[in-house]
């Protein structure tokens, strides 16, 4: 079965190379290579239309957004399986290996992400920080309760994009990434959530990505705070898309994501925001750490006394 592999592009020429290089070491090879560029300016696309691997495809696009350029190669995929790589980023020689023999082996299973190194960090790092959030090997399904709204959380975090390897007719069936608006953060969690919600997602903690956050990228660049992701702006897509027997499952989740959120929003002195997603998601559900997060929303004069009282009593 062949694989589909996608990368949207937008201005990486520095690093572009580097990815197609991973792509094209690949063990397994029964794979095309679609690059979607994003109506780049600096001569990344120059770079790709330059390999000769008759499996590339460059395709072209006005600037629109890395949901809008992941679609675009939905849309023309050939492939059984849909593998999506960022521009910046890198596969080790089995990913693709790896994933089409996990997925042909175990049918039921919609999508399979693997483990990563942050090239900005230590493995070490990265690994206490799985295992103090409870992100193991296993295969899960929201639909038969056997996960909580709080390891989704974690698991949502770890499936990303540039990791996961997933059946092109459930991505085409959730209707692929969110691309309205030109959406530059959460785009892919908009469509990873609706699997969760709805599928079997596995999980692989191997090392098979090299995530480069030492490189630029989009989140990254933004200013102030980050935004808010499609879903908590308005959940009505994602309440569409829930089966029923997990409607309470998706409130709680999007009352933790709101708490946390909100807490992003207080640092960043947007208490307006923060106010907002704790009335409208958390006003029956009541998460680890919403009363902080309302402290610091409602009434943040008083946290630096807050603050200061911890450090007198020596609270944690």
Known sequence: MMISVIIPLYNKARFVQRSLDSVLRQNFTDFELLVIDDGSTDGSAEIVARCPDPRLKLMRQTN?????????????????????????????????????????????????????????????????????????????????????PELADHLLAYMNSWSTIARKNVVLKHRGFFDRWKCLFGEDQNLWLKVMLNEKIAVRREIQVVFHSEASNLSGNLAGPSPVVPYLLNASDMISACPGECREFLNQFLAIRAVSTACHYTQHGEYAVARNLLWKYCRLRHPQMFWPAVVYAVFPWAVPFLRAGKRLFRLP
């Not at 910046?88 to 999508?111: C, K, N």
């Not at 483990?115 to 090997?137: F, I, P, W």
Request: hydrophobic share 40%; charged share 25%.
């Open 64 to 148: 629109s957004g890395p949901g809008a350029a992941r679609n675009c190669g939905l849309r023309v995929a050939r492939g059984d399986f849909v593998a999506f790589l960022d521009a910046d980023d890198e596969w080790l020689p089995d990913f693709l290996a790896r994933g089409h023999d996990f997925l042909a082996r175990y049918l039921e299973v919609a999508a399979v992400s693997f483990g990563y190194r942050d090239a900005g960090r230590s493995l070490a790092e990265t690994e206490n920080v799985l295992d103090k959030r409870g992100v193991n090997n296993g295969v899960f399904n929201c639909r038969n309760g056997d996960l909580s």
